[in-house]
């Protein structure tokens, strides 16, 4: 495929002259000319190898200044789009997809997998400065520069690669198991009466007495249909992993022709287009790719972040379904200022030099922190503080550039690992909160493994004949969810490890004779965050359209400050419950829409919330706690809802919130909202 778009722009301006006196008012100008190309490509190599091309280009009509009212300066528009005008910037994207075929092997057909590669490469062009147009000897009319920034060229690459067991195919490779998947229970109908089931008819059965077919055909019951559903309750799994890295090089030198490289298909790299992360500044600077200014001062940046979902969907009874999820994802940074300038002043010597390296970059991960989370949070502050000294010595254990003699004198901690270090205070953190009174001898602050995450939701209990009577659903549902994250952190200048992998430069701005080791990262903050949302819920609704609810959440949100030594954490619990009754066929008068009455269900509902927020702050240095904030909530809903048509609606509400502070130095307040709302939709 291929389109183009040829947008031009033309405005003048001229100020009338008013005062009366002999002034030369000059009218302005606002044009602009741009044609931007599109190309489309692809192509099914195979029927599971699928390549596609997108790529756009998008260039300037340069104009020569003033009204085009001449005939030379008509023939310099009419020259300059002859020629495609000035490319501005250019960027394409190749994906290729495959899938992999494992499924065609006999014992592999459970799972499917595919990988996807996407590349991709941009060209833009540098600003401007002291332009003027030139003429070669053919007579063609051109803008050149005096003096740029150069280009900016930036590609990036995506490996993604997505696996899905299911479950269930590899099941039914037994016979026994394919007859428990397939095997569905016999519904059962109450008599509308009695409110009893009703039992079967009785049907004859010649081979009722043929206990040989029997005995080669067993049909799955009792205990052994239990445990067969309990060994198969993994169903599905889905695992996707991406790793993305990308790369922007300012003060490119060269232009761009196809593809997005130059005339002679030099540079860049056919790698780099593609999206190639191998370094290309030693090759740039043998092949006078990049520009020689001093005045640059963009940097020279590599990104890179990786993302690994898993998820997984279980039945271990009938109608008890469970899902897993892990995630873990991680960025990034690198970036420095890569430029020509002097790196000897005294002899005017210049040359490619790197300036300011820096790191950047976040982590996330999902977490387990159940083991503490009914536990009294100064009883985990406590653990906290005494996990911090085993901490230090597997690290002072590690480090050699740590003297072990100076543990005995340092209260328990090694030689430059005291205990408000940050290497020492994470992993402290990490242990006391997931409910581990010691973090032995793992120091790591970016865990490799996440810990899965779930929720649980059972709806069998209305299937049971005694309950089916009175009952239309009842819904059982529970959830957990945490995290632990690093908001952001940053690579520390002052570190030194001499490519040992172990510290060796000490914290000389500290007056503790115990000095730190400096850190490789400045972290600023690390958070766990948990939710029990909900802890229980449950969900009724009776044979009558009346409705019942109830939850019970739980949630806390622990955040170490390594700057100020503390531990925020936000501790809530809410109970929320609900009533709700459906009036079927309620008309609205003699009201009519078409010629027909009004006629809907009306909706009641109402709901009371109590949830209460506790804010603590826990000194590190000092070993105390605090309460420093928090809020007892209350929260009524009551709403009736009526469909006057598909397109109509009306609701009438009240909502009150009444907040009461937990501490004396805030006030309460209360917010109502109350009124009737008329909803109208024009969407077909």
Do not use: C
């Amino acid at each position: 495929g291929f389109s183009t778009d040829l947008i031009r722009n033309f405005s003048t301006a001229k100020d009338r002259n008013i005062t009366g006196g002999d002034i030369l008012i000059l009218p302005t100008y606002n044009k602009t000319f741009n044609m931007n190309r599109n190309y489309d490509f692809k192509f099914d190599i195979t029927k599971g190898l699928k390549l596609d091309f997108t790529a756009n280009n998008m260039a300037r009509i340069f104009e020569p200044q003033g009204e085009i009212d001449t005939k030379e300066k008509k023939d310099t528009v009419r020259t300059n789009l002859m020629n495609l005008g000035k490319t501005s910037q250019y960027n394409h994207i190749v994906n290729l997809t495959y899938t992999i075929p494992v499924n065609k092997l006999p014992f592999l057909d459970f799972t499917q997998a595919t990988v996807k590669y996407s590349g991709t490469y941009m060209w833009q062009h540098s600003p401007l400065y002291n332009t003027k147009y030139v003429t070669d000897a053919q007579g063609n009319k051109d803008i050149v520069t005096v003096d740029t920034l150069g280009n900016t060229i930036q590609n990036s690459q995506n490996i993604q690669w997505n696996g899905q067991l299911n479950m269930v195919t590899l099941y039914n490779r037994i016979p026994y198991f394919k007859k428990v998947n397939s095997k569905t229970p016999a519904s059962t109908q109450i008599d509308p009466k009695t409110g009893k089931p009703i039992p079967p008819p009785e049907t004859k059965n010649t081979a009722a007495n043929d206990t040989t077919k029997k005995k080669k055909n067993p049909e799955p019951h009792g205990a052994m249909l239990h445990i067969a559903r309990l060994i198969m309750s993994l169903k599905t799994a889905t695992v996707t992993y991406s790793d993305v890295r990308g790369t922007l090089l300012p003060g490119y030198a060269q232009g761009t022709q196809m593809l997005g490289m130059d005339d002679h298909f030099q540079g860049p790299t056919a790698g780099f287009i593609l999206g190639s992360q191998q370094d290309i500044r030693q090759k740039a600077i043998d092949n006078n790719w990049l520009v020689k200014t001093q005045s640059l001062n963009n940097p020279y940046t590599t990104t890179h972040s990786t993302n690994l979902n898993i998820r997984a969907n279980l039945e271990p009874l009938p109608n008890l379904k469970v899902e897993l999820n892990a995630t873990r994802t991680e960025t990034h940074a690198t970036s420095e200022f890569f430029k020509w300038a002097q790196y000897d002043t005294l002899h005017k010597l210049y040359s490619f030099v790197h300036q300011s390296p820096t790191e950047t970059g976040t982590f996330s991960i999902s977490y387990a922190s159940y083991r503490t989370s009914f536990m009294k949070g100064d009883d985990v502050f406590q653990m906290f503080l005494d996990a911090r000294k085993g901490v230090s010595q597997n690290l002072g254990l590690q480090n050699p550039n740590s003297k072990p003699s100076n543990v005995t004198w340092n209260n328990g901690f090694a030689d430059g690992y005291n205990p408000t270090s940050p290497d020492v205070l994470i992993p402290a953190f990490l242990a006391a909160y997931s409910g581990k009174r010691s973090a032995g001898n793992n120091t790591d602050q970016f865990p490799k493994i996440p810990k899965p995450n779930w929720r649980v939701t059972y709806d069998g209990l209305s299937k049971l004949p005694k309950v089916k009577k009175y009952f239309k659903t009842i819904t059982l549902s529970h959830a957990y969810r945490s995290s632990y994250s690093v908001g952001g952190y940053t690579s520390n200048l002052l570190f030194n490890d001499y490519g040992t992998g172990h510290s060796s430069a000490r914290d000389t701005a500290s007056t503790d004779p115990n000095r730190n080791f400096i850190p490789k990262n400045l972290v600023n903050a690390v958070t766990i965050s948990e939710q029990w949302s909900p802890l229980i819920k449950v969900e009724v609704v009776l044979r009558n359209s009346v409705s019942f609810n109830f939850e019970f959440k739980k949630d806390r949100n622990i955040s170490l400050g390594l700057t100020s030594n503390t531990i925020t954490e936000v501790a809530g619990r809410e109970i929320i419950g609900g009533a709700g009754y459906r009036i079927p066929g309620i008309k609205m008068g003699k009201l009519e829409i078409k010629g027909k009455p009004i006629k809907s269900d009306l909706n009641l509902k109402v709901d009371l919330s109590f949830r209460t927020n506790i804010t603590t702050i826990r000194r590190i240095e000092e070993e105390v706690s605090q309460p420093t904030g928090g809020t007892n909530i209350i929260s009524l809903k009551v709403s009736a809802d009526y469909v006057i048509s598909e397109r109509i609606s009306i609701r009438l509400f009240y909502d009150r919130i009444i907040n009461k502070p937990v501490i004396s130095t805030s006030f309460p307040t209360t917010n109502t909202n109350a009124g009737i709302s008329l909803r109208l939709s024009l969407s077909n």
